[in-house]
């Protein structure tokens, strides 16, 4: 071996429990068991962390994902698609309900009743000798698979991440940008969801996606480019050669040149530069603010019972296949109450704490921290300024808009004592990248893109405050549970499920819902010093957390108990 070979660890034997009793389960969803949190984000890292863990526990796990992959000249079918962590994995093809459920929004008709997906889906249960069916999403499903499993004689048990069973929007956020506090029996539900007709939606990812199998992922990649280019070709026709933007449209242009390193006293601490961007982009997306008391508003509203439309239909068939479920969980108890308040039967609900090996492990690394008992920042003794953490998506919901509203509102002299930390994928709205020509004249902002588990782990030494501003009822958002078991005190909207762990003032301050004042009146109390931040330690003492282990082997009596043995 030469001196500059690379030397590899041996892995350790993971010691885990075994099941007393071994099962075959099946495990459903829309996303691709595999792809973990970079499909379906939350809910698919939740799903497949359990089904690895029940599969490393002694039971046989299959998944099936239907209505995202598509082929030209074929009917639906079953297929496997491959073997993850000892688990078969089956795909769904050409599925009548599309999946996400923004793609299937006004297909409404097979979202409640699909006989022959439902009989297909029967058949691969009946093929594989199914004991249990665990369902964690049935986007890309009709409803009346619920009744067709229970009638088959095998339990079912249904883990809700989001609200997709009373909602088709899934998140209860009526355009994205408010709170659905009525959904006026279906009626307001018209419109919401600025979808193409399911068969066109259809017809282009079959195409697409024939496509690449024939031709592979470079193929595809070709074909896409081409067609940009001739699109920019077209469009370039008849141009005068004036009209073209300069090559570097975000040169940044210094109206300051002259003054060299002199800083005068009234300066505002802002990057001055000549960068601008187009107006759908330079004042991002409008949202509503919610009311402080969001959350008991909506479950005191009377109105979640009446149908006056087919998607008045679909919420109530949605709460009535809930109630054929052997028993539904909720990682939140604000969650399983909107479904107990919309009908759901309160005996069949439970409130089921999520637990995963990440934060497990984000967990073990806070704790081996030198640093693990002593509070991140001070504001009398600090000679560093206090970082804030965003973790998350570009998606309206988590609410990256609030912050960036919120920034621009502090004094200069309370965000020169900051440092905001954002990272955030996804592509909607160009992406982060408007966040970053926005945000790029304060320079206490740093903006960087997506980023993934393992990132997410070491990025715990990257700020002291995690901030969640959400403007929807955030249910168990996996990045909370991230920053409380990394030890961080959290900011967080007042609305869904995370004002259940947070403390005011002992692990977490909360705020109004889309009110970029109140969130920045929460940094403000930080850097003022009206509110201490505890160590890694406190944080972790005063916040209830549930490890991966702990919650796979609850996950195991609850199959015992549904199943009766």
Same mark, same amino acid.
């Given at each position: 071996?030469?001196?500059?070979?690379?030397?590899?660890?041996?892995?350790?034997?993971?010691?885990?429990?075994?099941?007393?009793?071994?099962?075959?389960?099946?495990?459903?969803?829309?996303?691709?068991?595999?792809?973990?949190?970079?499909?379906?984000?939350?809910?698919?890292?939740?799903?497949?962390?359990?089904?690895?863990?029940?599969?490393?526990?002694?039971?046989?796990?299959?998944?099936?994902?239907?209505?995202?992959?598509?082929?030209?000249?074929?009917?639906?079918?079953?297929?496997?698609?491959?073997?993850?962590?000892?688990?078969?994995?089956?795909?769904?093809?050409?599925?009548?309900?599309?999946?996400?459920?923004?793609?299937?929004?006004?297909?409404?008709?097979?979202?409640?009743?699909?006989?022959?997906?439902?009989?297909?889906?029967?058949?691969?249960?009946?093929?594989?000798?199914?004991?249990?069916?665990?369902?964690?999403?049935?986007?890309?499903?009709?409803?009346?698979?619920? $009744?067709?499993?229970?009638?088959?004689?095998?339990?079912?048990?249904?883990?809700?991440?989001?609200?997709?069973?009373?909602?088709?929007?899934?998140?209860?956020?009526?355009?994205?940008?408010?709170?659905?506090?009525?959904?006026?029996?279906?009626?307001?539900?018209?419109?919401?969801?600025?979808?193409?007709?399911?068969?066109?939606?259809?017809? @282009?990812?079959?195409?697409?996606?024939?496509?690449?199998?024939?031709?592979?992922?470079?193929?595809?990649?070709?074909?896409?480019?081409?067609?940009?280019?001739?699109?920019?070709?077209?469009?370039?026709?008849?141009?005068?050669?004036?009209?073209?933007?300069?090559?570097?449209?975000?040169?940044?242009?210094?109206?300051?040149?002259?003054?060299?390193?002199?800083?005068?006293?009234?300066?505002?601490?802002?990057?001055?530069?000549?960068?601008?961007?187009?107006?759908?982009?330079?004042?991002?997306?409008?949202?509503?603010?919610?009311?402080?008391?969001?959350?008991?508003?909506?479950?005191?509203?009377?109105?979640? @019972?009446?149908?006056?439309?087919?998607?008045?239909?679909?919420?109530?068939?949605?709460?009535?296949?809930?109630?054929?479920?052997?028993?539904?969980?909720?990682?939140?108890?604000?969650?399983?109450?909107?479904?107990?308040?919309?009908?759901?039967?309160?005996?069949?609900?439970?409130?089921?704490?999520?637990?995963?090996?990440?934060?497990?492990?984000?967990?073990?690394?806070?704790?081996?921290?030198?640093?693990?008992?002593?509070?991140?920042?001070?504001?009398?003794?600090?000679?560093?300024?206090?970082?804030?953490?965003?973790?998350?998506?570009?998606?309206?919901?988590?609410?990256?808009?609030?912050?960036?509203?919120?920034?621009?509102?502090?004094?200069?002299?309370?965000?020169?004592?900051?440092? %905001?930390?954002?990272?955030?994928?996804?592509? +909607?709205?160009?992406?982060?990248?408007? %966040?970053?020509?926005?945000?790029?004249?304060?320079?206490?902002?740093?903006?960087?893109? @997506?980023?993934?588990?393992?990132?997410?782990?070491?990025?715990?030494?990257?700020?002291?405050?995690?901030?969640?501003?959400?403007?929807?009822? +955030?249910?168990?958002?996996?990045?909370?549970?991230?920053?409380?078991?990394?030890?961080?005190?959290?900011?967080?909207?007042?609305?869904?499920?995370?004002?259940?762990?947070?403390?005011?003032?002992?692990?977490?301050?909360?705020?109004?819902?889309?009110?970029?004042?109140?969130?920045?009146?929460?940094?403000?109390?930080?850097?003022?010093?009206?509110?201490?931040?505890?160590?890694?330690?406190?944080?972790? +003492?005063?916040?209830?957390?549930?490890?991966?282990?702990?919650?796979?082997?609850?996950?195991?009596?609850?199959?015992? $108990?549904?199943?009766?043995?």
């Amino acid at each position: 071996m030469s001196p500059t070979s690379p030397t590899t660890t041996p892995a350790p034997e993971i010691e885990w429990f075994k099941t007393e009793r071994p099962r075959r389960i099946a495990i459903l969803g829309w996303a691709r068991l595999a792809a973990q949190a970079m499909e379906g984000s939350g809910y698919n890292l939740a799903a497949s962390e359990l089904a690895r863990g029940l599969a490393m526990a002694g039971h046989e796990v299959f998944s099936l994902q239907s209505g995202m992959t598509y082929r030209l000249g074929r009917g639906a079918s079953i297929r496997l698609r491959e073997t993850w962590a000892s688990i078969a994995c089956y795909d769904l093809v050409n599925s009548p309900n599309m999946s996400p459920a923004s793609s299937n929004f006004p297909n409404m008709a097979a979202e409640i009743e699909s006989p022959s997906q439902t009989a297909l889906v029967m058949r691969w249960l009946d093929e594989h000798k199914i004991e249990l069916v665990h369902v964690h999403s049935l986007e890309g499903y009709s409803l009346d698979l619920i $009744e067709a499993v229970r009638a088959s004689g095998r339990p079912l048990v249904l883990t809700l991440h989001n609200y997709w069973f009373v909602c088709p929007q899934v998140d209860l956020l009526h355009q994205e940008t408010r709170v659905c506090a009525d959904f006026d029996g279906g009626r307001r539900c018209v419109g919401c969801v600025d979808a193409p007709p399911v068969s066109t939606h259809k017809r @282009g990812r079959a195409l697409r996606m024939t496509f690449e199998s024939a031709f592979g992922a470079d193929g595809l990649e070709l074909a896409k480019r081409a067609k940009w280019w001739a699109g920019r070709v077209v469009r370039s026709i008849g141009k005068k050669r004036s009209d073209v933007p300069p090559p570097t449209p975000d040169r940044l242009a210094d109206p300051e040149a002259g003054r060299g390193f002199e800083v005068r006293k009234d300066d505002s601490g802002q990057v001055v530069h000549h960068l601008t961007l187009a107006p759908e982009l330079a004042n991002g997306r409008d949202f509503d603010r919610s009311e402080p008391d969001e959350n008991d508003r909506f479950l005191a509203c009377g109105t979640h @019972g009446r149908s006056e439309n087919l998607y008045g239909q679909r919420r109530a068939r949605g709460v009535a296949a809930l109630n054929g479920a052997s028993l539904v969980t909720s990682p939140s108890e604000f969650l399983r109450r909107v479904h107990e308040h919309m009908g759901v039967e309160g005996a069949r609900t439970r409130t089921v704490r999520l637990g995963l090996s990440h934060l497990d492990q984000i967990n073990r690394a806070a704790q081996r921290s030198d640093y693990y008992e002593k509070t991140p920042w001070d504001p009398q003794t600090s000679t560093r300024p206090v970082r804030f953490g965003f973790w998350g998506t570009v998606r309206a919901n988590k609410g990256l808009e609030v912050l960036a509203r919120a920034i621009p509102l502090l004094e200069s002299e309370v965000r020169q004592r900051c440092h %905001f930390i954002i990272r955030a994928g996804g592509n +909607e709205h160009a992406g982060e990248w408007a %966040f970053r020509q926005r945000l790029s004249r304060f320079p206490e902002v740093s903006v960087a893109g @997506g980023f993934d588990l393992v990132q997410r782990i070491s990025g715990a030494g990257e700020y002291d405050v995690g901030v969640l501003p959400h403007i929807w009822f +955030e249910n168990s958002p996996i990045v909370m549970l991230e920053h409380f078991h990394a030890g961080k005190y959290v900011i967080s909207s007042r609305l869904g499920g995370p004002p259940e762990w947070i403390r005011e003032g002992v692990n977490g301050s909360t705020c109004t819902g889309g009110d970029p004042e109140e969130l920045a009146e929460c940094v403000r109390r930080i850097v003022r010093g009206d509110v201490r931040l505890p160590s890694a330690k406190s944080i972790h +003492e005063s916040t209830k957390l549930y490890s991966y282990p702990d919650h796979v082997r609850e996950w195991d009596a609850i199959y015992a $108990e549904v199943s009766g043995v």
